[in-house]
């Protein structure tokens, strides 16, 4: 192959890569939205801290009321209200917080910046108040503090060490730098003025829990007794601060961004690690309720109301209103979901209008144009009679449907840009048949260039793509599945070969005869129907992980008897190969993350895998991987014994073991060119087994040992 197909085809695969983030992992920011206020001035609130214990699970939280008894006290004496706050995948820290904040559910092209920098700048509450501090982690508070009405206060990040001791001294460290904050208040009159500044908003990130569930698992000593320092610092917190203002124009917050397994990660979608506790009491907080079920992006347009000021305009968070207080008869509770409900308006209205030019257009069914005119109408009306508890509870009612929409025209260009992909795909496999079938070509730079008769669809394919207003990567997706069917054209010559192959048996007297043979038609046919089934099931695991076990039962069909004679060594293999797939078909429909870690099934792994080398070594069918599956067998025999070394003979994984950890990495991608000869099965059986090893040891610690 030379180089420029070998470019061609690593530019396919680079594309065919970006395309899922692209595609599904879409930006939820619409810019150009304007803000939309609550139009009142009697706010509830001046003020609201909110307090962030990074990493803290609802169950653990609610398992030990013991270790927190100040919160639990505002709880059970219906001093406040309290309830579940469901996260988002990735349940990361800085999502989290931007749910929190920001009312959506993170731009994924943060994950390029490790999630700790903006990669677009989006609208908070933070931009929106008068004054914001914040105290915690440099990953998270910095952010939010790029803003000229922020002040940021942070350690420094040696200080957050999974390998550490006792994480907790984080959080007293915010403590300890708020209370000295407050009493250098008390002594600066200028400083003073602004924390007395009405729209203020305080937050504290607390990240000792999540340290201690990283380093020491949420079910250890370290990470429940670190819950009682945080409740304890609040409580300590509250007496400062009402001591201070003394005006009763407090509100609080008290949640999570995240929770995590059992064995200290997150990141994925289980309920230890979305489900999430919240209180909130003070100023404007209605006083015991019913334990309300919400998700975190409503916390950003709850943050917004009660102190009175605009919701971020890209928020999809719904005003849980049955939190806030009633008082002048629930006036200002109307007019906050008034605003809520315009500022998802606007959304809808800017996203429908970038797609309603278009001649195939079509509005979201549920929640069309009429639909919208009829409840803004009846709202107003309602605001207008003073029947404020009913128009609430319309709004409740119908704010699913407004977020459905929402996202119904933000996913709108998602199944046809996905279909050109899967065409992609297609083309490229097939593409790659064709080479596998003939690997030789004279002329490189004719095999790149489309034929004439491809100009015009490539032309149209652009023209559409600019027609959409498609983005430049978009209009890359549209076009190259037509440019890869011209490639695939110019390598097989399929129109040349088919129309030779008609011609040439049309021109036989008994081609009527010949036309229903084997040979002729039902070998073709078959190959045919089977690759395009193949080829479909491939595609349809970028959607269920599920059609996996579908390939692993196409890999037992006898296809290679159908087209060749049997051969003696593939039969002996048969049984084998057969109680294998069945046996993989079985993890597709397993959970894709666990959330704890069985340690034995971690040592029994490498046993079983050294065990299955030696025997295979002695086979002599594979007496030129000898060698290399003997070294394999000790390779995995002593992982077994570091990994029960290292979780059963210490409570922390030394030093010496990160390093081990770090260094399988890069020996799993070196290692082959050196252990395998230069034969293509020798190279893939010796990644397999590398790459096996890398993971083996990797798991059972991947927080501590990374």
């Avoid at 610092?233 to 995240?258: C, M, N, P, R």
């Avoid at 008034?338 to 998802?344: H, K, P, S, V, Y």
């Avoid at 000790?634 to 014994?641: D, G, H």
């Avoid at 990160?658 to 293509?680: N, Q």
């Amino acid at each position: 192959m030379t180089w420029q197909l070998l470019v061609a085809s690593i530019g396919v695969h680079l594309i065919l890569i970006f395309s899922i983030f692209d595609v599904y992992y879409t930006s939820p920011l619409v810019h150009g939205i304007p803000e939309q206020s609550i139009n009142s001035n009697d706010a509830p609130a001046n003020r609201i801290f909110v307090i962030s214990a990074d990493g803290l699970r609802y169950d653990t939280f609610n398992k030990y009321p013991e270790m927190s008894p100040y919160l639990h006290s505002i709880m059970n004496e219906r001093k406040g209200i309290y309830g579940v706050s469901r996260s988002h995948v990735p349940t990361e820290s800085r999502p989290g917080h931007v749910a929190i904040f920001a009312g959506i559910t993170e731009d994924m092209s943060a994950v390029a910046k490790g999630w700790k920098k903006n990669p677009v700048a989006f609208d908070s509450v933070f931009n929106r108040s008068a004054q914001s501090w914040m105290w915690g982690s440099p990953d998270i508070v910095n952010l939010f503090d790029d803003l000229p009405n922020s002040k940021s206060f942070f350690y420094s990040a040696d200080e957050e060490d999974f390998a550490s001791k006792d994480a907790s001294n984080l959080d007293k460290w915010v403590f300890e730098h708020f209370e000295s904050f407050l009493s250098s208040a008390k002594s600066d009159e200028k400083l003073g003025e602004k924390l007395k500044t009405p729209k203020s908003i305080f937050f504290l990130h607390l990240l000792g829990i999540d340290t201690n569930g990283h380093g020491n698992k949420p079910k250890s000593r370290q990470y429940i007794e670190n819950i009682r320092v945080v409740d304890s610092g609040i409580e300590k917190l509250q007496k400062l601060v009402d001591e201070y203002f003394d005006d009763h124009k407090t509100a609080w917050i008290f949640t999570s961004d995240h929770g995590m397994t059992d064995w200290g990660s997150h990141g994925a979608g289980s309920d230890e690690e979305v489900l999430t506790p919240f209180v909130a009491w003070g100023a404007g907080v209605k006083k015991g309720s019913s334990k309300p079920d919400i998700h975190q992006i409503d916390l950003a347009p709850l943050i917004s109301a009660l102190i009175g000021i605009p919701i971020p305009v890209n928020s999809m968070g719904i005003l849980p209103v049955q939190m806030m207080s009633s008082k002048n008869g629930g006036s200002y509770a109307f007019k906050a979901i008034d605003a809520n409900f315009r500022q998802l308006k606007e959304q809808i209205t800017h996203l429908k209008n970038a797609k309603s030019r278009r001649f195939w257009f079509r509005e979201f069914e549920k929640f069309g144009d009429k639909s919208m005119q009829s409840l803004r109408t009846t709202l107003a009306q309602l605001g207008r009679d003073r029947r404020f508890h009913v128009a609430t509870s319309l709004f409740a009612e119908n704010a699913h449907l407004i977020k459905e929409a929402i996202v119904f025209y933000h996913r709108y260009d998602r199944q046809m840009l996905g279909a050109a992909v899967s065409c992609t795909f297609v083309a490229w496999i097939a593409l790659v048949v064709s080479f596998l079938n003939n690997p030789t070509f004279k002329n490189p730079s004719h095999l790149l260039t489309p034929s004439n008769f491809f100009v015009l669809p490539l032309l149209f394919s652009l023209l559409f793509a600019l027609y959409c207003s498609l983005t430049v990567t978009q209009t890359i997706y549209i076009i190259l599945p037509v440019y890869l069917i011209s490639v695939l054209e110019n390598h097989a010559q399929l129109a040349v070969t088919v129309k030779n192959g008609v011609s040439s048996l049309l021109r036989q007297p008994d081609w009527h005869q010949k036309l229903l043979s084997v040979d002729v038609f039902v070998k073709p046919f078959v190959g045919f129907v089977g690759f395009s089934i193949t080829i479909c099931i491939f595609v349809l695991t970028f959607i269920h992980r599920g059609f996996l076990a579908a390939v692993f039962l196409l890999l037992l069909l006898p296809l290679p008897h159908f087209f060749y004679p049997p051969h003696p060594t593939i039969t002996s293999w048969t049984r084998t190969w057969t109680v294998l797939l069945l046996f993989l078909s079985i993890f597709p429909f397993l959970p894709a993350v666990g959330v704890s870690t069985h340690i034995p099934l971690c040592i029994l792994s490498p046993i079983l895998l050294a065990l299955s080398c030696h025997r295979l070594s002695r086979r002599p069918c594979l007496s030129r991987l000898e060698n290399l599956l003997k070294l394999m067998t000790v390779v995995q025999f002593s992982t077994a014994i570091f990994i029960l070394v290292v979780n059963y003979g210490f409570e922390k994984p030394p030093a010496v073991a990160r390093w081990i950890s770090w260094l399988t990495i890069p020996l799993g991608v070196l290692a082959p060119s050196f252990l395998a000869r230069p034969f293509l099965v020798d190279r893939l059986v010796a990644y397999s087994l590398c790459f096996y090893n890398c993971n083996e040891i990797e798991l059972p610690d991947m927080e501590l040992l990374f």
